[in-house]
Structures are given as C-alpha cells and as structure tokens.
C-alpha cells in the first residue's frame, strides 16, 4: 500500500454533479511542493474543460499511532462493511462507510450500535477538541443506524 500524497482537484459543470479526480505524489512531497503544482496546475487543465475548477484540497499521510492491528484479520474481505447515518441539522442526513465491519457488530443486517458507540461517538462529539462535519461545514448530530454494506 503506497503512502502518497493526493491533490484532488473538484470540477463543476453547469449539468451534473461535482466531480473530483485526484493526482498523486510520492511519499515525502511537502504541502509546499503540492500547492506550488496545484497553482500551475489548474489554469491548464481548466483550459482543457468546460467545467470550472471550484477546489484544490490535499492529503497527506501521517504517521500512524502506537497500537493498532500488525495485520487484518484472516479472511476478511474490505467490501463487507457497514453504512451510518447520522442526522444533520441540515436538509441531508450524513452518511459513512466503514470497511469489513465486524460480525459482532450486526444482529443481521443491522448494526448493534451499543457494540460501536466509541466509533460514533468520534465522529458526532469529536476527539482531542476536534468535531468533523459533513462535508458541507454542517455539525453531525446523532447517529440514526447503521446497516450492512457491500462496496465494489
């Protein structure tokens, strides 16, 4: 598994949903380097589209914590996981995948939420002084289920 850095340049087109596609870079590439590239990057390839390049956003690998697993566990399979949704005190809920969720963490298709609240409680208090939103700047309230998912 490569640790690369990722420019993901978003698009819109007056017809249609954003799109993103995303260039990566070699591991060790700075912040720096990545905007400097990104700067230059999106006058030409807004020359090549119709669509008008609305934001560049980076990711860049960190160091992993102390801890976690040395390996998955065998025979699991990443497509298998489970679809949240959490409510929004906006007008979409917000949804999240987590691959190759645990069995015990379903009672058939449904999450056991009680086994996960840890993992839900991150994503709808935050962790260290840092809540995530939905994407649109909009606070995650609380979770609403959780059902099995299969990804391709």
Same mark, same amino acid.
């Given at each position: ?5 990722? &420019? ?15 260039? $990566? ?17 999106? $006058? !030409? ?10 934001? &560049? ?7 992993? $914590? ?5 390996? =998955? *566990? =065998?025979?699991? #399979?990443?497509?298998?996981?489970? #679809? ?18 645990? !069995? ?9 939420? =009680? ?11 935050? &962790?260290? *002084?840092?809540? $995530? ?10 979770? &609403? ?5 299969? #990804?391709?």
């Amino acid at each position: 598994m490569a640790d690369d850095a990722l &420019l993901s340049v978003k698009f819109h087109a007056a017809l249609g949903s954003d799109k993103t596609h995303i260039i $990566p870079f070699a591991n060790g590439t700075t912040l720096a380097d990545i905007s400097t590239f990104a700067t230059a990057y999106a $006058p !030409i390839v807004e020359a090549v589209t119709e669509a008008q390049v609305t934001q &560049l956003s980076v990711s860049l690998p960190i160091a992993l $914590p102390a801890g976690l697993k040395g390996a =998955a *566990g =065998a025979g699991v #399979r990443s497509n298998d996981g489970a #679809r949240f949704s959490f409510d929004t005190p906006g007008r979409y809920n917000f949804g999240l995948w987590v691959p190759a969720m645990k !069995i015990a963490n379903f009672a058939d298709e449904d999450v056991i939420l =009680a086994n996960v609240v840890a993992f839900t409680n991150a994503i709808t208090a935050g &962790l260290a *002084g840092v809540t $995530p939103t939905d994407g649109n700047g909009i606070d995650v309230g609380a979770v &609403l289920y959780g059902k099995y998912a299969y #990804r391709k």
